[in-house]
C-alpha cells in the first residue's frame, strides 16, 4: 500500500456559473470600450494635449517656469531669424 495522497476532484462549474462569468467579462469589456472611446473624442484629446503643454510651463504650484519659455523662445526666435537669412540669399 502507498501513502500517495489523492487530490480531491473540483467540481466543473455548472452552466449558469459559466453565463454568468461570461456575462460579467462583457460587462467589463463594454465599460472598458466606453472609457476608450471617451478618451479618443477629438475634444478629449484637445483637452489632454493642452494640459500637457501647460503644464511643461507650470510648476506643480501652477506657476509659470521661465527658464522653459526662455528656450521656447530662443527656439522660436531662431527658426525666425534662419527664415530671414535664407530669404535675403
Known amino acids: 500500500m ?4 489523492v487530490a480531491p476532484k ?14 460579467a467579462a462583457r460587462e467589463d469589456l463594454v465599460a472598458t470600450i466606453n472609457e476608450l472611446k471617451a ?8 483637452k489632454r494635449g493642452r494640459s500637457n503643454v501647460t503644464g511643461f510651463f507650470t510648476d506643480e504650484f501652477g506657476g509659470v517656469r521661465p527658464e522653459r519659455v526662455a528656450v521656447v523662445g530662443a527656439v522660436v526666435v531662431g527658426l525666425i531669424l534662419i527664415g530671414v537669412l535664407r530669404r535675403r540669399r
Open 2 to 5: 502507498s501513502d500517495a495522497t
Open 39 to 46: 478618451q479618443t473624442q477629438p475634444g478629449a484629446l484637445v
Open 10 to 23: 473540483v467540481p466543473a462549474p455548472s452552466p449558469a456559473d459559466l453565463q454568468a462569468e461570461i456575462a
